[in-house]
């Protein structure tokens, strides 16, 4: 059963932006922490940026932070990732985590199975 619907990917230039969004299946975005990862051919899944339920903690990567800036709208029932300053090394699938269990400054540690079916980023002039 799909999880989320992700979407906002494509291919952008390097420098450019893009924001990423996110609806969970049957569930509302402050329910739980969430979270976005990504995954390349070469790379195993790794967490970007997470939020918790209560927006009160959020998680960067070394590589996401001053760049992405996660969010949730819960009016729109919808967690947003906003991309600056995209550079080739970002190009991967990106996946909403609808359930991360553990979150702190240095951990975003998902509930594996509560995923969308990613969108794909690619970073290329």
């Known amino acids: 059963q799909v999880q989320a619907v992700e979407s906002g990917g494509g291919l952008v230039q390097p420098g450019g932006s893009l924001t990423l969004s996110c609806t969970p299946s049957?569930?509302?975005?402050?329910?739980?922490?969430m979270g976005w990862f990504r995954q390349s051919p070469t790379k195993g899944r790794e967490a970007v940026a997470c939020i918790s339920f209560l927006a009160g903690t959020t998680y960067y990567s070394n590589s996401a932070k001053g760049r992405f800036t996660v969010s949730k709208d819960t009016a729109a029932n919808t967690l947003y990732l906003q991309m600056n300053d995209l550079k080739p090394e970002d190009s991967a699938t990106y996946y909403c985590?609808?359930?991360?269990?553990?979150?702190?400054?240095?951990?975003?540690?998902?509930?594996?199975?509560?995923w969308g079916r990613g969108t794909q980023v690619i970073v290329s002039s």
């Open positions: 049957g569930w509302n975005v402050d329910d739980h922490h």
């Open positions: 985590a609808v359930r991360v269990l553990r979150i702190g400054p240095t951990l975003c540690e998902p509930d594996n199975g509560y």
